[in-house]
């Protein structure tokens, strides 16, 4: 698994998502509920993995829009 994006931007991190599931692009999402344990601090920024394999193709579908 690669790190697709590294972000605290909780809408930006929707629309990735969002993005993803459109395009049949499995992801796995770490770090979402870090910062409700540590006081909301957003300190910890959620990262979004993807296979390499879909590596480029899900970076060219963020990247496009």
Do not use: C, Q
Request: aromatic share 10%.
């Amino acid at each position: 698994m690669k790190i697709l994006i590294k972000s605290n931007e909780i809408i930006y991190l929707s629309w990735i998502k969002h993005k993803l599931t459109e395009n049949n692009i499995d992801f796995v999402v770490f770090d979402e509920f870090i910062s409700s344990t540590e006081g909301n601090i957003n300190a910890f920024p959620v990262r979004i993995m993807v296979s390499e394999r879909d590596f480029i193709k899900a970076r060219k579908i963020i990247t496009k829009e």
